[in-house]
């Protein structure tokens, strides 16, 4: 399984921004996809996650009224919308994939990873 990233850059504060995350390979018809960030020096943080199946999500607490995740399952692409961008929220966004459909928020219950893509939020 491989896991593509794309969408990050340079927005302004209160800006918005749409992250994809593309998967390909073999992989099963249910199964949950990630979005998790991380900045210099800091733990990698749960962002959000979606079942592919059935379209549940799971937000970190402090995210989900800017934060929407999405999936088009006839591209095998998960989105991140990222509303009302913040400066705090400039980091390295990764996509991962877990063959649990449990929508897990840790990152030892993923399988697979993608490279990342930055976001930087400027005032």
């Known amino acids: 399984v491989q896991l593509q990233a794309s969408g990050g850059g340079l927005v302004q504060a209160w800006g918005s921004l749409r992250l994809s995350c593309a998967a390909s390979g073999r992989t099963s018809s249910s199964y949950t996809v990630g979005w998790f960030r991380q900045t210099p020096g800091k733990e990698r943080e749960f962002v959000a996650a979606i079942s592919t199946s059935g379209g549940r999500t799971n937000y970190a607490d402090s995210l989900k009224d800017r934060f929407a995740i999405s999936r088009e399952k006839s591209r095998n692409t998960v989105y991140l919308q990222m509303n009302s961008l913040k400066p705090e929220d400039t980091a390295i966004y990764y996509c991962?994939?877990?063959?649990?459909?449990?929508?897990?928020?840790?990152?030892?219950?993923?399988?697979?990873w993608g490279q990342g893509t930055q976001v930087t939020v400027t005032l």
């Open positions: 991962a994939l877990s063959l649990s459909g449990n929508l897990p928020r840790v990152i030892e219950r993923y399988n697979y």
